[in-house]
């Protein structure tokens, strides 16, 4: 059985698609994601041994942290 290849979006792409669909939403729903980012942000922080690291990747916009809503992550600043 000959199978395609699976093909992954480059990381360019999904990056402008995640800043496209955070530039769509209204307001409010950019405050609430924002704020659920801090939020988890700092949980992550209070509960983790490496906060050195965390800190790091905050800075760097590269956090690991989604927000709640499904469909919407954290933005990556250095892409916006």
Known sequence: MDLPPIRFPSEA???????ARFRALSDEKRVR??????REYQFLRASSGRTAELD????DGRGPVPARDPGVRCPSW???
């Open 13 to 19: 792409d999904v990056s402008a698609a995640e800043a």
């Open 33 to 38: 994601a924002l704020g659920d980012c801090f």
């Open 56 to 59: 790091r990747f905050a800075q």
């Open 78 to 80: 250095r892409n916006n």
